[in-house]
């Protein structure tokens, strides 16, 4: 055992704002009997499997889920997602982003 | 390409804001709900909750009792109740019988008792690892079992989770429970450490 692979000390539960944001739309969505939570434990489960890195696969399952239940098609977020991109871009540093930022 | 003084917003970070814009334009979340789930686990529910489950144990038997019986309820009793309606079972290191925790499939983890999981828990390696060879990935921790002691890993689910209740530092005779508290680590209650000895 040379390298010691799971290191103790890395406590914070997010590395990035987006997994926060992430984790909370998913419990919301678990609240509100968008699905339950062993649903959504089983999926993820899945797609760890898959050998994703974890905010991403938990990214990728809930667009899987939120696609097959037809509430968030993928075209859809792809072109907001975009749009969110733009506005970020077209926001002076400093300031919140807003969608309503974006160009066009 | 950006200027540095743009904001870049990372792909993923993108994506996210799409789907919550999606979902509150259909009134399916609440942006107040959301930001409220992100702080309580982010800043209010963290190892402190199940470390005064643990020191109460240790200073109140017929509490000990009750919470090896049906901890789901002993929790509860405390204000830690699952926001899932999971069930929680508390299993308890004994000199001859270390207990460690572990979700193979995800991360499934007592949230309403320990916060959400450290990036350790959720690696590939510790998931597969600490079922394969235990005392090894232990020892990687600095835990250092006796040869003679058992050990058991349980697997979380989504509907059952665990919380180890570690054994009590030998030199705290008298002490409260809240002093006891300060020694249980969230390491000693997902069974990849002790409570810490005092000074």
């Not at chain 2, 290191?93 to 193979?104: A, E, G, K, S, Y």
């Not at chain 2, 828990?121 to 600095?142: C, D, N, Q, T, W």
């Not at chain 2, 680590?185 to 450490?193: D, K, P, Q, V």
Request: aromatic letters at 8%; a negative charge.
């Amino acid at each position: 055992m040379t390298t010691p692979e799971p290191t103790p000390p890395d406590h914070a539960p997010f590395q990035a704002p987006w997994q926060a944001q992430l984790f909370g739309v998913t419990v919301a969505l678990a609240d509100a009997g968008v699905f339950t939570w062993p649903d959504w434990t089983r999926a993820l489960g899945a797609e760890i499997a898959r050998e994703t890195p974890y905010w991403e696969a938990w990214l990728v399952t809930l667009e899987k889920l939120l696609a097959g239940l037809g509430v968030a098609l993928p075209p859809e977020v792809a072109a907001l997602a975009h749009r969110w991109e733009e506005a970020a871009h077209a926001t002076p540093h400093g300031q919140p982003i807003l969608l309503e930022n974006a160009q066009g | 390409m950006p200027h540095d003084h743009d904001n870049h917003l990372d792909p993923m970070d993108a994506r996210v804001r799409a789907l919550e814009t999606i979902l509150t334009r259909k009134g399916l979340i609440e942006t107040a709900a959301v930001d409220a789930i992100i702080e309580t686990y982010a800043e209010k529910v963290g190892p402190q909750n199940g470390a005064s489950v643990v020191a109460r144990a240790w200073t109140d038997p017929a509490f000990a009792e009750w919470l090896e019986r049906d901890a789901t309820a002993a929790v509860a009793s405390m204000g830690f109740t699952g926001r899932q309606g999971e069930h929680v079972r508390a299993v308890f290191n004994t000199p001859d019988q270390h207990h460690v925790i572990v979700c193979t499939l995800c991360s499934c983890y007592p949230w309403s008792l320990l916060g959400l999981p450290p990036v350790w828990y959720k690696s590939p390696a510790y998931r597969s690892r600490v079922v394969i060879e235990p005392r090894a990935v232990l020892a990687e921790f600095g835990l250092n079992l006796p040869e003679g002691t058992k050990l058991r890993v349980w697997d979380s689910t989504a509907e059952l989770r665990y919380l180890v209740v570690p054994m009590r530092p030998e030199g705290t005779e008298g002490w409260s429970a809240a002093q006891l508290a300060e020694l249980v680590t969230r390491e000693s209650m997902i069974g990849t450490g002790l409570a810490r000895v005092p000074a």
